[in-house]
Antibody, heavy 126, light 110 residues
Framework: EVELVESGGGLVQPGGSLRLSCAVS????????MIWVRQAPGKGLEWVAN????????HYVDSVKGRFTISRDNAKNSLYLQMNSLRAEDSAVYYC???????????????????WGQGTLVTVSS | QTVVTQEPSFSVSPGGTVTLTCGLS?????????PSWYQQTPGQAPRTLIY???TRSSGVPDRFSGSILGNKAALTITGAQEDDESDYYC??????????FGGGTKLTVL
């Protein structure tokens, strides 16, 4: 069974740091892109960052560039999100998800996200 | 800054048909944006319904269908059920590894 389990959320003061983890099982982790998506309380989904299979390619939404770092450890089947200089507006449930693409040979395009973890809540407040 | 637009809310009667749309603040949505659709009930993680415009994810009932209608991506629910009352989000692939979600549509079935 495919499973993604996030952890590491909690209450942190503005300007603080937090490291989220996503433990994966049930599929070959090293073969897939992975994504972080967040959802502020009562708000919609926001794509945050993604990382290529080997970790060589990463992308971020503008609002977290320079503050958040996505990484992965394929030996541990784990995805991470290091969050620094946290702001109140970063408060959200953070979901990890597997990234899927349409590929013809080595040419891949598009993205969708499936499955999703249950999320971990990050609250930035003094 | 490209904004992905969705109707904030929609209502459908049980057994009825509803079409939710996903547009762009500037420009048209085409298959080249690889639209995908997600269903989320309160307190739960999103569930993937549709990817690559019109492909149903595994286990998704065939009353859910995706398409391009005019200049928008569309999710049509045919024969709506009370269980379909959820928030629905579309996502568009903008290229260079970047995806953007729409603001979501809250669907009421009553």
């Amino acid at each position: 069974e495919v499973e993604l389990v996030e952890s590491g959320g909690g209450l942190v003061q503005p300007g603080g740091s937090l490291r989220l983890s996503c433990a994966v099982s049930g599929f070959t982790f090293s073969s897939y892109w992975m994504i972080w998506v967040r959802q502020a309380p009562g708000k919609g989904l926001e794509w945050v960052a993604n990382i290529r299979q080997g970790g060589s390619e990463k992308h971020y939404v503008d609002s977290v560039k320079g503050r958040f770092t996505i990484s992965r450890d394929n030996a541990k089947n784990s995805l991470y999100l290091q969050m620094n200089s946290l702001r109140a507006e970063d408060s959200a449930v953070y979901y990890c998800a597997r990234g899927l693409r349409l590929c013809t040979g080595d040419n891949c395009n598009g993205f969708w996200f499936d499955p999703w973890g249950q999320g971990t809540l990050v609250t930035v407040s003094s | 800054q490209t904004v992905v637009t969705q109707e904030p809310s929609f209502s459908v009667s049980p057994g009825g048909t509803v079409t939710l749309t996903c547009g762009l603040s500037s420009g048209s949505v085409s298959t080249g944006y690889y639209p995908s659709w997600y269903q989320q009930t309160p307190g739960q993680a999103p569930r993937t319904l549709i990817y690559n415009t019109d492909t149903r994810s595994s286990g998704v009932p065939d009353r859910f269908s995706g398409s391009i209608l005019g200049n928008k991506a569309a999710l049509t629910i045919t024969g709506a059920q009370e269980d379909d009352e959820s928030d629905y989000y579309c996502a568009l692939y903008m290229g260079r590894g970047i995806s953007v979600f729409g603001g979501g549509t809250k669907l009421t079935v009553l």
